[in-house]
């Protein structure tokens, strides 16, 4: 099973030298060097793209978070005093205000 | 249905009376005072935020006399060698404190736990001249002071002469010069360290927007701009400059003072986010909250607090 997947053209002794050959080739020396820079630099970013979000998320929860909450709840109100207005109608002429 | 046409032709008459009217140069509003060229920016962007517990119960007795208590639980930073580290201890004080109100005098008095009693007077000398006192007694030796101010205001000027207790002398004038632009200047002489400064000041603000500009010797360039974006909403933004020290901090605001709260909110160029929120739960009594986080320093800063009456 070995030597068939081993493949044409190769003999069963020179296999691991050829192998070591390939494996010490500047090209491959050249793809480690990139995955591992790759690694770093995607590791760099997620580490700023978290901090980032970190930042964003507590200072978004901080200056928006109330100012809805506060804005929602005064429409709320808005609308109670117009259906009020609209149940009770106008207020007569001689009425206190 | 009928009601609605005349206003349409009011408000359309109005408003071209109120472009053809030239402007009188010898009948110019008064302008703001010189302290308060700012005021419309330190409301929105210089809230104070705060840390910890604060309680404040004020009580009217009279028409014009009213009492004050309040407590204040929560830490204190003191000033540390390093600044990346901020030394805060806890510390927890109640202050006392009593005013008298009148149209022409006003005495605020407050005392503290630690042994500080401020006073303040404010008193209308005659119709145009105010006089303004404000002193500081402490138990640390030579850390009291006091300051006398007199302010002129004339019909399109205000004056102004300080006086504070460690041979301190300065004098601010400001004078309106269109309808809407007011310039100003001061100077001032302090004994002690022996130094004098000069600035200049002015201020431009219409219906919708106000902005200021203030330049001193003591190196501090700050420019302000309020824009009233409706009757609930502002928005603000500040810069100061300071050429001798070479800091530079710029700051954006908003204000939003809606019927039952006020919430103002502002982001620095120093990294701070700080928001305050008031929220009226009753008639008289005020819920306060109030958050800073400083993402450069990593100090963060809560606090709460409520105001009764």
Redesign the interface.
């Known amino acids: 099973m070995a030597t068939k997947r081993t493949g044409a053209g190769k003999s069963g002794g020179r296999d691991s030298s050829i192998l070591a050959k390939i494996a010490n080739h500047e090209i491959a020396n050249k793809g480690r060097r990139a995955a591992c820079d790759a690694v770093y630099v995607s590791k760099k970013l997620l580490r700023s793209t978290g901090k980032a979000a970190w930042i964003v998320g507590t200072s978004f929860l901080i200056l928006v978070v109330p100012l809805l909450i506060q804005a929602e709840r005064d429409q709320m109100l808005g609308e109670i005093e117009l259906q009020q207005a609209s149940i009770l109608g106008p207020p007569p002429p001689g009425a206190l205000q | 249905m009928a009601d609605l046409l005349p206003p349409l032709g009011t408000a359309q008459t109005d408003g071209k009376t109120k472009v053809d009217e030239k402007v009188d140069y010898s009948n110019l509003p008064c302008p703001v005072p010189y302290e308060e060229l700012h005021r419309e920016a330190i409301m929105s962007l210089k809230a104070d935020n705060f840390e910890g517990l604060r309680f404040d119960f004020s009580k009217g007795l009279n028409q014009k006399f009213s009492l004050s208590h309040s407590v204040m639980m929560g830490p204190t930073e003191v000033p540390s060698q390093s600044p990346d580290t901020t030394i805060k201890i806890p510390t927890a004080h109640y202050e006392f404190g009593a005013n008298y109100f009148d149209p022409k005098l006003m005495l605020i008095g407050r005392l503290m736990t630690d042994g500080r009693l401020n006073a303040r007077v404010k008193a209308d000398l005659t119709d145009r001249l105010v006089l303004k006192a404000n002193g500081q007694l402490t138990n640390e030796p030579h850390m009291s002071h006091a300051m006398f101010n007199f302010d002129y205001m004339g019909s399109d000027y205000r004056a102004q002469l300080q006086l504070g207790n460690s041979a301190l002398i300065g004098a601010t004038y400001i004078q309106s010069v269109t309808p809407r632009l007011s310039l100003g200047g001061e100077v001032f002489w302090a004994g002690v360290p022996r130094k004098s400064g000069i600035g200049y000041a002015a201020r431009y603000d219409t219906d919708k927007m106000v902005a200021t500009a203030q330049v001193a010797s003591t190196g501090t360039i700050a420019m302000n701009y309020v824009q009233k974006i409706s009757d609930k909403v502002s928005l603000a933004t500040d810069f100061a400059y300071n050429y001798l020290s070479r800091d530079v901090v710029a700051s954006v605001g908003?204000d939003?003072i809606?019927?039952?709260?006020r919430?103002r909110?502002k982001?620095d160029s120093n990294?701070v986010?700080?928001?305050l929120?008031e929220?009226r739960l009753s008639m008289g009594l005020n819920f306060l909250?109030s958050?800073e986080?400083d993402?450069k320093k990593k100090d963060y800063k809560f606090g709460f607090g409520l105001t009764v009456g």
């Open positions: 908003y939003y809606l019927r039952q709260s919430v909110g982001i990294g986010a700080s928001a929120l929220e909250l958050a986080l993402h």
